[in-house]
Each structure stands twice: as C-alpha cells, then as structure tokens.
C-alpha cells in the first residue's frame, strides 16, 4: 500500500494523560500537513512540514501540540495533558510541491479524551 | 479570512438522479479549488482539483465548476448510486505566497442516494 498511513486509528484516553500519533506520507512527498476535524465541521489546519522544516502553525496548535518531521519521512504529533476540547479526529495528508500540490490524505486517528 | 460556505448541508435523493453540491468562498485570491469525498469515519479521498484559471474538471459521472470572480464551484454528480452516498467537502487552496496545501474546507454536504 502506498498510501498515507496514521496509526492509530482510534486512541482514548484519560483528562491529562499524553499520547502522540504517527503519519506515514506517501515515500516520494516532500510535504506533510496535519489536520483537525471534529464531528460535523470540516478538517481544519494545524501545521505543515516541508522535509524535515515545520513551516507554519496554526493559531489552533496551542503549547500543548507538537509535531516532528525527523529526517524528513513519518511525522508524529503529540499532545500534553490532553483536554476533552481535544477529542477530534486527526488528518494527516502529503503531497508533492508540484503541479497544483494534490493532497493525499490518510484514514485518520480519532481521538476519544475522557 | 477566507470562509468556505456548502450548500445544501444534506441532501437525500433517490438513485439515478442527477444532483448539484454547492460551494462558495469568500476571497476569490485563491490557487485552486478541490472536491473530497468522506465516508463516515475515514480520511478525505481527492475527487477532482481545479486551477484557478481553470473553468471545470470532470471525472467520470463527476463535474466540478469554478467561477474564480463570484466565488462560487458546483459539483454535479450524475445518474447517482446509493455508492455515492458521503460527505463531500469543498476546498481552497491560498494564492502563492504560502502552503497551497493549506486549505481552507467547507462543512461539506452529507449526501444520501436510496435505492
């Protein structure tokens, strides 16, 4: 499969516990976006990585949020003491800076913050 | 701030009707404009991208419109089948000068087609 991989697919967890989710990009991409949809609404940005450079961050990525781009392949976004307003489900999408720049997105992790 | 506007929010019809999604911006500064399906929990699959100096794509039974000036894009989906059956959200893409890959989505149209 060559698509985008996010695992996990379902994550809950407990008021104030940390977690942290991982995206596989397709291999070639040289971008990757994090998204945030909750029920009803449409996915909304958090942030972006152009290789291994975090480029941009949403006013909604708090101090609680950080992602990483390591060497430029998978991305992990973490979240510190997890609120209930969290629970969402989280999109990670790649694409190549070329020719309109398609976005390709993964299945998601839905996050549950009890 | 660009605010992406979908009409209608649901729409139910019955199979083999032809139907059109509506979608409209409110900054037509943009790069291009895409068309994604959703099915309930899953990502966002790409049904068709079109410049902004395009007019209109088509893919199979699926026509996407854009008129640049008056901020407005339609989807038309003919002969529907109950596979049809999903969310569809309307995107667009910033002029240069940022990410094109952040966009600005829709609430998207929840689309049901009864055998």
């Known amino acids: 499969d060559t698509g985008v991989s996010q695992d996990p697919r379902h994550k809950i967890t407990k008021r104030g516990q940390n977690v942290t989710f991982r995206c596989d990009p397709i291999?070639?991409?040289?971008?990757l976006y994090w998204y945030r949809q909750t029920l009803g609404q449409g996915p909304e940005f958090l942030t972006y990585?152009?290789?291994?450079?975090?480029?941009?961050k949403s006013r909604l990525l708090s101090d609680r949020f950080s992602a990483e781009r390591p060497k430029g392949s998978f991305s992990t976004l973490e979240i510190q003491r997890t609120e209930q307003g969290d629970s969402a489900m989280y999109l990670c999408?790649?694409?190549?800076?070329?020719?309109?720049?398609?976005?390709?997105f993964g299945s998601g992790t839905q996050l549950s913050v009890l | 701030k660009q605010e992406v506007t979908q009409i209608p929010a649901a729409l139910s019809v019955p199979e083999g009707e032809n139907l059109v999604l509506n979608c409209s911006f409110t900054d037509s500064a943009i790069y291009n404009l895409q068309w994604f399906r959703q099915d309930p929990g899953k990502g966002l699959t790409s049904l068709l991208l079109?410049?902004?100096?395009?007019r209109e794509q088509t893919s199979g039974r699926l026509n996407a419109s854009l008129d640049k000036s008056s901020g407005r894009s339609t989807l038309y989906i003919a002969a529907s089948q109950p596979g049809d059956s999903a969310t569809y959200l309307c995107a667009v893409s910033p002029p240069s000068g940022t990410s094109y890959g952040k966009l600005t989505f829709g609430q998207g149209t929840i689309l049901t087609v009864h055998p």
């Open positions: 999408a790649s694409s190549l800076m070329v020719g309109g720049e398609k976005l390709f």
């Open positions: 079109i410049q902004s100096s395009q």
């Open positions: 990585f152009q290789n291994e450079a975090q480029l941009e």
């Open positions: 291999s070639e991409h040289n971008r």
